[in-house]
Nanobody, 122 residues
Framework: QVQLVESGGGLVQAGGSLTLSCAAS????????MEWFRQAPGKERDFVAA???????YYADSVKGRFTISRDNAKNTVYLQMSSLSPEDTAVYYC????????????????WGQGTQVTVSS
């Protein structure tokens, strides 16, 4: 059984930083694309960042230059470093894995984590 468990969310002031972690278990993930999505209240789930099995990086325009995705294959963990946070970044952040190596497509995600809340106060 594949499990993705996010951690690291919380409350932060505007301009602050947070680092989210996603620990994966149940399968070797090093060759697959790992992703972060987020969903704000009343809005659709949106792509944030992805890292491919070959460590190619992808970012949504809204987070470029502020967020950094990385992975530690030895720990089966993917990270999302977030800086210069603004209230617009407030959302539940979800870790995801796409076995088809798609990027940014909610409908092709194979597994989701349970999500971790990030709240940015102004």
């Amino acid at each position: 059984q594949v499990q993705l468990v996010e951690s690291g969310g919380g409350l932060v002031q505007a301009g602050g930083s947070l680092t989210l972690s996603c620990a994966a278990s149940g399968r070797t993930f090093s060759m697959y694309t790992m992703e972060w999505f987020r969903q704000a209240p009343g809005k659709e789930r949106d792509f944030v960042a992805a890292i491919s099995g070959s460590d190619k990086l992808y970012y949504a325009d809204s987070v470029k230059g502020r967020f950094t995705i990385s992975r530690d294959n030895a720990k089966n963990t993917v990270y999302l470093q977030m800086s210069s946070l603004s209230p617009e970044d407030t959302a539940v952040y979800y870790c995801a894995i796409d076995y088809g190596r798609n990027v940014g497509k909610v409908m092709t995600v194979d597994y989701w984590g349970q999500g971790t809340q990030v709240t940015v106060s102004s």
